[in-house]
Structure formats: structure tokens, C-alpha cells
């Protein structure tokens, strides 16, 4: 899919595919969604804790929406 013509890959959130497509270094853009609550657990299964190589972003827009969320979007640096 990355070779061919089109636009960057664009990942939504954090899980599997993203963990995938950071390893294989085919990540371009993260768009995260910030929800202003907390569920007050978490340890090395939790959503953002994953043994993966450092990867450097770089905060292209963030766009906060009246409910309070926060839509973060950043490119990989490469």
C-alpha cells in the first residue's frame, strides 16, 4: 500500500495496527483523540505502553471540539 500512489497512511488512535505499522516503520501520521477523563489503571498492557522502537512525531494541527476533546494530529519524523 505504501508504494503505491495516494496519500500518506493515516493511523486513528493508538493499538495493533498502529503497533504494526510502527515497527515496520510505514507509520506517516497519528491522529489522536483526547478525551478529557481518565480510567485511573494501567500497567504494560495498557494503550500506550508497548515495548516499540522510539519514534519521534511532529504535532501538525490540534483541533479541540465543544464536548472537550482534543484531536491531536502529528507526522513521523523522519
Not at 32 to 58: C, E, I, K, N, S
Amino acid at each position: 500500500m505504501k508504494a503505491e500512489p495516494g496519500g500518506d497512511i493515516v493511523q486513528f488512535g493508538v493499538g495493533a495496527v498502529t503497533h504494526a505499522l510502527v515497527r515496520a516503520g510505514l507509520l506517516d501520521r497519528l491522529r489522536l483523540w483526547l478525551h478529557p477523563f481518565v480510567l485511573g489503571q494501567g500497567g504494560p498492557d495498557a494503550l500506550l505502553y508497548r515495548d516499540l522502537p522510539t519514534t519521534r512525531f511532529d504535532l501538525v494541527s490540534a483541533t479541540p471540539l465543544t464536548t472537550g476533546i482534543v484531536v491531536l494530529d502529528y507526522r513521523v519524523r523522519r
